[in-house]
């Protein structure tokens, strides 16, 4: 079976502007998740999709977003880029809910200059 | 807040065993984790334990749960530089909205 894939692998952006990443889940997987790493804040969890509806949101500014289409696969997009969205996004997918186990992508490295 | 803590950074040799340390302060987690992550890569997952159980075994590795004290370890027998990544312990299951990871340890496998 085929594991959590993302797309792109790497993007770099300027500030303002916004971006797009998306996530594919395990086949049958349907809950969705989205984390940040970066050096300073380590991983930090945005949010988490099923059934196409948010069902958690972490700490960050409504310019962080996310959809879930009904193929399960998820796009999370950030608009008005700053500098400090620099960081490695991570998706993770689980089988019916963000408790149960969850399996992670290989992320998105955004870099905004 | 949930706090979970791990050491930074854990140096051995080719062949001896490594123990990676966390402490947490929330105890509602049913779950716990370890995850794997190398240069460039995604989050692997390793093993997980139950709330109710104390030590699982998983081929070289051992993970043991010492829910008095709120601490969960990894062991690696025989460690080999393939090992070589940031370990990060995390809190999951009931209760929780999300996983809450700490701060990862950067284990180094001298040959």
């Known amino acids: 079976k085929a594991g959590v894939t993302q797309t792109p692998r790497y993007l770099i952006k300027t500030r303002g502007q916004q971006v797009t990443l998306s996530c594919s889940p395990i086949?049958?997987?349907?809950?969705v998740s989205w984390y940040q790493q970066t050096p300073g804040q380590g991983l930090q969890f945005l949010f988490e999709?099923?059934?196409?509806?948010?069902?958690n949101k972490g700490n960050f500014p409504g310019r962080f977003s996310g959809r879930q289409f009904s193929n399960s696969r998820s796009e999370m997009n950030v608009s008005t880029l700053e500098l400090g969205d620099s960081a490695l996004y991570l998706c993770?997918?689980?089988?019916?809910?963000?408790?149960?186990?969850?399996?992670f992508g290989p992320g998105t490295r955004l870099l905004v200059l | 807040g949930e706090d979970v803590e791990q050491s930074l950074f854990l140096s051995v040799r080719e062949g001896d065993s490594s123990v990676i340390n966390c402490t947490y302060t929330?105890?509602?987690?049913?779950?716990l984790y370890w995850y794997k992550q190398e240069p460039g890569a995604g989050l692997q997952l390793l093993t997980y334990?139950?709330?109710?159980?104390d030590m699982k075994q998983d081929q070289r590795l051992t993970v043991l749960l010492n829910k008095k004290d709120k601490h969960l370890s990894l062991r690696i027998a025989d460690t080999q530089t393939g090992d070589s990544a940031i370990y990060f312990c995390?809190?999951?299951?009931?209760?929780?909205?999300?996983?809450?990871f700490g701060s990862g340890t950067r284990l180094q496998v001298q040959p």
């Open positions: 086949s049958g997987h349907r809950s």
């Open positions: 929330d105890s509602s987690s049913t779950y």
């Open positions: 993770a997918s689980s089988v019916g809910t963000a408790q149960e186990t969850q399996y």
């Open positions: 999709y099923f059934s196409e509806t948010q069902r």
């Open positions: 995390a809190l999951g299951g009931t209760g929780r909205r999300a996983l809450t």
């Open positions: 334990i139950f709330s109710n159980m």
